[in-house]
C-alpha cells in the first residue's frame, strides 16, 4: 500500500507519497522516479516521503511552501520525531539514494553526501498536517510498471525530439542549397548581361 499526497498550495498540486512501512520503502527506492525527491527526518526514524517533480524542473525550482508541507509529512509520520523540536529533514533526488547488500531494510546511504540537503524543522504545524491528510489516498500500485512506462515514454519523447530535430536540420540544408543555387544564378545571369552589352555592335534581340 502507498499513501499519496496532495500539496495544493500551488498550482498544479504536487504529488508526495510515502509507503506503510520499512518493506515498501524498498520498493519505493527501488522503483521511484529519477524525478522524486526523497525525505527522510535526519538521525532518526521516519516515514520516506517522495515528492514528484515537474518535467524540468530541479531541487532549486521547489517553492518553499512545498518544501514546508513535505517536511512536516516526514516529520508527522516519524514516532520520535513528531515530539521532538527543532530537528531536521534531509532531502536528495531519488537518483542520488544508494543501497548495498549489507543494509537494512529500508535503511539507505548517498552516492553524494554534497547533494543532500536540509530543511530545519521548529515545531510540528497541524494546520499543514491536517490538510495534508484531507488529500490522503490509499492505493496498490505496480510501482515496476509505472517506472517502465514512466521510462518508455521518455524514450519515446526523446526519439521524437530527435526526429524533429532531423527534419529541422534537413529542412535547414534545402534551404542553403536553394539559396546557393539562386546565387549562382543570380551571378550567371550578371556574367550573360555583361556578354551581351559587350558584343560586336550587332544589334540583336536574339539569345544564342
Not at 34 to 57: C, M, N, T
Amino acid at each position: 500500500m502507498v499513501f499519496y499526497f496532495l500539496c495544493n498550495l500551488v498550482a498544479p498540486p504536487y504529488v508526495m507519497y510515502m509507503g506503510l512501512d520499512k518493506h515498501e520503502n524498498e520498493d519505493l527506492i527501488k522503483w521511484s522516479f529519477p524525478e522524486d525527491v526523497w525525505f527522510h527526518v535526519d538521525k532518526l526514524s521516519s516515514a520516506h516521503v517522495y515528492l514528484r517533480l515537474r518535467q524540468g524542473e530541479t531541487l532549486d525550482d521547489l517553492p518553499h511552501v512545498v518544501l514546508e508541507d513535505c517536511a512536516q509529512l516526514v516529520k508527522a509520520n516519524s514516532i520520535q520525531g513528531n515530539k521532538t523540536n527543532n530537528l531536521d529533514v534531509v532531502y536528495t533526488m531519488s537518483s542520488n539514494l544508494k543501497k548495498t547488500a549489507g543494509m537494512e531494510v529500508g535503511q539507505v546511504g548517498f552516492h553524494k553526501a554534497k547533494e543532500v540537503r536540509s530543511i530545519r524543522v521548529e515545531k510540528r504545524l497541524n494546520e499543514i498536517v491536517n490538510r495534508l491528510n484531507k488529500t490522503k489516498e490509499e492505493k496498490f500500485p505496480n510501482l515496476r510498471e509505472e517506472l517502465e512506462e514512466r521510462d518508455k515514454k521518455e524514450r519515446e519523447d526523446q526519439k521524437k525530439v530527435l526526429r524533429e530535430q532531423k527534419q529541422k536540420e534537413k529542412e535547414e540544408q534545402h534551404r542553403r542549397e536553394e539559396q546557393k543555387e539562386l546565387r549562382s544564378y543570380s551571378s550567371l545571369m550578371r556574367e550573360e548581361n555583361m556578354t551581351t552589352n559587350q558584343d560586336d555592335g550587332n544589334e540583336s534581340d536574339e539569345f544564342m
